[in-house]
């Protein structure tokens, strides 16, 4: 039996592999079924079969107490998976996740009970609405048209617009945050870097939006604040819409020189930024960037295993070296629990370089964030997986993550990044941006300060 199945609200219109070409808007006969038998965002409104995976019934309500609070702390963990029992439960785990089991005798998952815990502003679901029988993919599938934000393809037809709905999903409009990545090594030793970033899509700016925003998806700066060696270094980016007919948009600034460049290798399999080589510019938010270098191709839907409502993960009573330990996080601490995603194959393009030749997605249908992803090599190896500890930011309906991970299977090193358990509140929404914060002038005042 297929493991993966087609969408219900599509049937036969969704075959299990469908081109990327440009498409049309779906029909607002289909685009009705938002808000009724699908969620707002295009999720299946109604659990499974077993229940399980309980009914959508608007998420976790807004509140402006302390985010870190957790609403599921009296649920008991239903079963853990461990390397002695994984293949039962393989089903409903990626390859990558698999592995793991595989390599690390002491791995383990504890499975809690599943919460629909996703909810975001009705603005948001106004326009995943609107865009669902408006917004198309431009030519070759690179860019989206008529796109203002949040969810372009709330009933997707293809991976591409699945895609395109992780990269572009609402992360709360202006956000500056602090937190701790680190590369660690085999045997658990690592030295954590501190990073200052801000993210501004132009819609939310306090400047409001200007004629050179038409193709710009969002404006982001990096700011190293540790080690020593390294403070100083700014990084400011451009995304844009269609990075085929404008490429995403870099600068750098370099404290030892004390010079702005451009740095359009700020791209695609480029190292990112003191990682130590484990992760690529493309791998940050599990997937960012320009989708050229792939073909897509949308399988289906399937139950996975995956990790949320990361309450615990967050918790500010907890130190980084709480969590980091060789080979993966503390498996104490996060929490999986059963949910539908949507799976999407990349394969790379004969003419087309990168160091994955594949990745498999595995997108939460109620977030169209990427929970796991499975990168392999040219050989068509298992290489990397990563995961994405999902986390309802309740203060500002923002469902986003509190850690991602991305684990070397061949090395045994792996990357932990946007941690802040020991940096006060974590994520700040709602900062007041103007467009003068993202400049090159902006970013060598903010490596000199």
Request: charged share 25%.
């Amino acid at each position: 039996m297929n493991k993966y199945k087609k969408p219900l609200l599509l049937g036969s219109l969704l075959a299990l592999a469908i081109s990327c070409q440009t498409q049309a808007a779906v029909s607002a006969d289909q685009a009705a079924k938002l808000g009724t038998s699908l969620t707002p965002i295009g999720a299946e409104m109604a659990g499974n079969a077993d229940g399980s995976i309980p009914k959508w019934e608007g998420g976790l309500a807004a509140s402006s107490g302390d985010r870190f609070a957790d609403p599921y702390a009296s649920d008991k963990i239903l079963l853990t998976i461990t390397a002695a029992n994984v293949d039962q439960y393989k089903d409903k785990l990626s390859p990558g996740q698999v592995a793991m089991f595989k390599k690390y005798p002491d791995y383990k998952m504890n499975i809690y009970p599943s919460h629909r815990s996703a909810a975001l502003p009705q603005r948001i679901y106004d326009a995943a609405k609107a865009n669902a029988t408006s917004v198309q993919l431009a030519a070759g599938g690179n860019g989206v048209t008529t796109f203002k934000e949040a969810v372009p393809f709330p009933i997707p037809q293809n991976g591409l617009e699945v895609i395109w709905n992780h990269i572009t999903r609402y992360r709360g409009g202006t956000l500056q945050r602090t937190v701790m990545q680190a590369a660690v090594q085999a045997n658990g030793d690592y030295s954590p870097v501190k990073l200052e970033e801000k993210f501004a899509w132009p819609a939310y700016m306090e400047d409001g939006v200007q004629d050179g925003d038409k193709n710009i998806l969002s404006y982001f700066t990096q700011e190293v604040l540790s080690p020593a060696r390294l403070v100083g270094n700014v990084l400011l980016v451009y995304e844009t819409l269609n990075q085929v007919d404008q490429p995403r948009q870099a600068w750098v600034y370099n404290a030892g020189q004390r010079r702005v460049r451009r740095a359009p290798q700020v791209a695609y399999d480029a190292p990112g930024t003191a990682t130590d080589g484990q992760r690529t510019s493309d791998n940050l938010d599990m997937y960012n960037g320009a989708p050229d270098r792939y073909d897509w191709k949308l399988i289906g839907k399937k139950e996975m295993y995956i990790p949320y409502n990361s309450f615990k993960l967050a918790s500010r009573s907890l130190k980084y070296d709480d969590i980091v330990k060789p080979g993966h996080l503390n498996t104490d601490l996060p929490r999986y629990e059963l949910h539908r995603v949507w799976v999407v194959e990349a394969t790379l393009k004969p003419s087309e370089r990168h160091i994955y030749a594949k990745r498999e997605f595995f997108i939460d249908e109620d977030t169209w964030q990427a929970a796991v992803v499975d990168h392999y090599d040219g050989r068509d190896q298992l290489w990397r997986v990563a995961e994405a500890y999902e986390f309802q930011y309740r203060d500002a309906q923002v469902p986003w993550l509190t850690a991602e991970a991305l684990y070397d299977l061949q090395s045994g090193r792996y990357l932990i990044g946007s941690l802040t358990n020991e940096d006060g509140n974590g994520f700040s929404f709602g900062e007041k941006f103007r467009h003068n914060d993202f400049t090159p002038d902006a970013i060598r005042r903010m490596g000199k300060r």
